[in-house]
């Protein structure tokens, strides 16, 4: 094989290879492309508006995503907003515990509707959680499957809360006026605009099922997340994480 032809075929397959990495990319914008137009299509426009205007990454947001991968932008973030739980319908398990104070005005209006359901308070064993005391936790006795790392809870978000007992579903469900509250939370909870996280076990939502964590979001968002069945981090991840 002489020199020229050596080069020539040098020279094809370097055109071959940039014309497929062109190609390559278009196909891949376009991609892009029609996933933002199906994405908008499928969502509703309340929820579009939230997703265009990234709210899902400040911190501040009611949005604002977090998962074991996805962490909070200041690592002792605490909201202006704080205010405590305590009321006539509420039994606080820790005494001083609290909420920023939008996701708190709706956690007491369920609240009184629950009590009015079923005659019971409605009991709060855990809602926001310092960054330090979820390291303690962590490092005291919570594996990865039950409790975030610090930095990565929701619980810092300040807009988070456990109900009744922190266990494990089998536990929590076997227990008649738990399943019971849990069934009534699954069908309303969405109404005061809060979300059951983690339903689907870690292969799709990172941690251990858990039918006690609630977390407020707003009541677009909620209500889409209940009429699909999905946890925010399916949402997140079919409508977002690309």
């Known amino acids: ?3 020229k032809t050596i ?13 497929n990495q062109v190609i390559e990319k278009n196909i891949q914008q376009t991609n892009i492309s029609n996933s933002w137009i199906l994405l908008e299509k499928s969502i509703s426009s309340n ?5 265009k205007e990234n709210k ?15 962490h909070f932008t200041k690592i002792n973030y605490i909201p202006s907003d704080l205010v405590s739980i305590k009321s006539e319908f509420i039994i606080d ?3 001083n515990q609290i909420l920023r104070q939008e996701s708190n005005n709706h956690l007491q209006k369920l609240a009184k509707d629950f009590f009015k359901e079923f005659k019971v308070k409605l009991k709060i064993v855990s809602a926001y959680r310092s960054y330090n005391y979820q390291l303690w936790i962590k490092q005291r006795w919570c594996g990865d499957l039950f409790c975030a790392k610090a ?3 929701e619980h ?8 009744f007992e922190t266990t494990t579903k089998e536990d929590f469900l076997s227990k008649p006026d738990l399943k019971k509250y849990f069934e009534w939370f699954s069908q309303n909870a969405y109404k005061y605009w809060f979300n059951n996280s983690y339903k689907n076990w ?32 399916e949402y997140f991840n079919k409508f977002w994480e690309r």
């Open 93 to 95: 398990a820790k005494w």
């Open 202 to 233: 870690e292969k799709i939502d990172w941690y251990a099922i858990e039918p006690w964590h609630w977390r407020y979001l707003w009541i677009d968002f909620a209500k889409e997340l209940w009429e699909k069945n999905m946890t925010y981090w």
């Open 47 to 51: 929820t579009w508006n939230i997703i």
């Open 7 to 19: 080069v020539f075929l040098l020279s094809f397959l370097l055109f071959s290879c940039s014309k």
């Open 1 to 3: 094989m002489n020199k």
């Open 151 to 153: 930095w990565y809870s």
């Open 56 to 70: 899902l990454n400040n911190d501040v947001s009611i949005t604002k995503y977090i998962n074991n991968k996805i």
């Open 156 to 163: 810092q978000s300040w807009l988070a809360f456990d109900m």
